[in-house]
Every structure is written in structure tokens, then in C-alpha cells.
């Protein structure tokens, strides 16, 4: 599908909103604990989104298949990701969580391709997982794969959200595909919200209200921003531009998150997450099928 130029503003908008994201989390980090930055993060979220919902007077389902299938959604796309990168971030720079992240479509293509009977793996798409995966390797980086200290676990965990992503893209596309978007993204982050507040206030007690503001403002960004906003834009890009035009927002996420954490964190990343990015943005290229269209491949 050709993009027209609204169509790239958004996802440019999409990618700077996300990548900021992996900025905001570690800023939020300094003050409050990872169990409650994700409750706030799906909470208030959710408050903004079934508000669009009401605004636009988008049926409700009642069958409680439907909302035990938004639960299972939200644990494996928001509470369980949410909670893994978070908790990376504790111990990695926010630039090298993004980077990792972008592993998203790469296990999101072998997954689709070992449960769901309509996907295949033909050979550029091995292609591509494969120079994929050798990407992750080099941004993890030798000296982790010799011992697993806490930064490698930290490395791990924004991994495995990853996966809980690729997870969450097979369950949608079995259970949720009938629903609105506005809908379906109320009501997962519904059931994050029924998970993932408990668990702060067992983990971590009561929320604080004693926060700097530079903390108020970081929780604000991600809870407003880059989740309620981004899904309502995520789902107009998608219709604008089409699924595969839309994975080069995975492209584009990562040297925001590395910028955004060099200019305001002051972090910096070894040369092998450099050329990790590289490898795994070229395996991202071939999975989306341009590199294979190019040359005559499939």
C-alpha cells in the first residue's frame, strides 16, 4: 500500500510518542516502584479510552467470553510486557530497552507461523527472523551470554516482553478480531487495570502523592501519551497504512528511545548495540518483504 503524507506524519507521531515512552518510564523510576508504574500506566489509560468509547457510543459486548478474552489480552499485552520492561529498565539503559524491544515483530512472525494455521514460514521470512535473532545477539552482547549477571536479566526480561507481545498478536487475531479498536483497547487495558492494581498495592503500597513533579509529568506522558493516544493512532495508521507499512514503526522506535536517553539521561551504549539495531532493522526489512520484493525473492 503507497503511503500518502498523512499517513507518515502519524506514524512518525506514533514512533516519537512510543520511543518517548522508554525516557518517561525511567524518569518515573526514580520515585516509584515498577508494580505501580504499570497500574498507573493501564489505569488511567483505560479511564481515558472508555471515555472515547462513551463519546462515540461504541457498543458494549456482554458475553463474558468476550471479556474473559480481554483479560487474557491485557495480561499478555500490557501487564506482563509492561512489567518486564519496566523492570529491565531498573538495571539497562532506556536507549538499549528500545532497541530489544524492536525484537517485537521478529518473534511476532515465528510465533504467527507456529499457531496460526494461515501463516507460513517461506524462506526470506526464515531469512529474516534469522538476521533478527543474530541482531538480538549482538545488542545483548558476548559478555552477557557468558553469565547472567542482573544487567543481562535485565536484558531478558525486555525480551521476554517481546514475546508476550508476539503472544498477545496470535490471541487478538483468534479472539478479539470483531471488536472495535476503541473497544478492545478499553477493554484489555480494563483487565490490566483489575491485575495490575492489586499487585502495586501488594508489592508496593499505597501510591504516593508526594511525587516531584518531573514524575507526575513522566507518569502523565506514558499513561496519556504513549498508551491511551498511541493506541487510538496505532489503530489510524493501521487503517491508513496498512499492517505492513505499519511495522516500520518498529524501525523508528528505537534511535528515538537511544536519543531521548543520551540528550536527557545521559546514557550511553556499547558499539554492539549499534550494529545489533542495524541487524535486526535489516531483518525487520526482510519479514516486511521489501529487501525480497526487490531482488526477486519470496
Known amino acids: 500500500m503507497q503511503m500518502s503524507n498523512r499517513a507518515w506524519a502519524e506514524l512518525i507521531l506514533l514512533s516519537l510518542l512510543w520511543g518517548a515512552s522508554f525516557l518517561s518510564v525511567a ?35 456482554r458475553a463474558p467470553g468476550t471479556w474473559i478474552a480481554l483479560l487474557v489480552m491485557g495480561l499478555l499485552n500490557n501487564v506482563v510486557p509492561f512489567g518486564l520492561i519496566t523492570w529491565g529498565q531498573v538495571y539497562i539503559e532506556s536507549g538499549l530497552a528500545g532497541i ?30 534469522g538476521v533478527g535473532f543474530a541482531g538480538v545477539l549482538l545488542t545483548i552482547g558476548p559478555a552477557a551470554l557468558s553469565g547472567l549477571d542482573i544487567r543481562a536479566l535485565g536484558q531478558i526480561a525486555v525480551l521476554g516482553a517481546a514475546i508476550s507481545y508476539a503472544l498477545a498478536a496470535v490471541w487478538a487475531k483468534r479472539r478479539l478480531s470483531g471488536l472495535a479498536p476503541e473497544l478492545a483497547a478499553a477493554g484489555m487495558l480494563t483487565g490490566s487495570s483489575v491485575i495490575a492494581v492489586p499487585a502495586a498495592l501488594i508489592l508496593d ?59 536527557v539521561l545521559d546514557e550511553t551504549l556499547p558499539p554492539t548495540a549499534g550494529m545489533g539495531l542495524a541487524s535486526i532493522a535489516l531483518g525487520l526489512l526482510i519479514l516486511d518483504g521489501r529487501l525480497p520484493q526487490r531482488f526477486g525473492l519470496k
Open 27 to 61: 524518569v518515573a523510576l526514580r520515585e516509584v516502584g515498577v508494580a505501580s508504574v504499570v497500574a498507573h500506566r493501564v489505569t488511567w489509560a483505560a479511564v481515558i479510552l472508555w471515555a472515547v468509547v462513551l463519546i462515540r457510543r461504541i457498543p458494549v459486548p
Open 100 to 129: 530489544l524491544n524492536a525484537s517485537t515483530a521478529i518473534f511476532g512472525a515465528l510465533t504467527a507461523a507456529l499457531l496460526l494455521p494461515d501463516e507460513r514460514l517461506t524462506p526470506s521470512r526464515m531469512l529474516g527472523i
Open 205 to 263: 503500597g499505597l501510591p504516593r502523592l508526594d511525587l516531584a513533579f518531573s514524575t507526575w509529568v513522566a507518569i502523565a506522558y506514558y499513561a496519556v501519551f504513549a498508551t491511551a493516544g498511541a493506541y487510538l493512532l496505532y489503530y489510524r495508521v493501521l487503517a491508513l497504512a496498512g499492517s505492513a507499512n505499519l511495522m516500520l514503526v518498529t524501525l523508528m522506535i528505537p534511535p528515538v528511545a537511544i536519543l531521548l536517553g543520551w540528550l
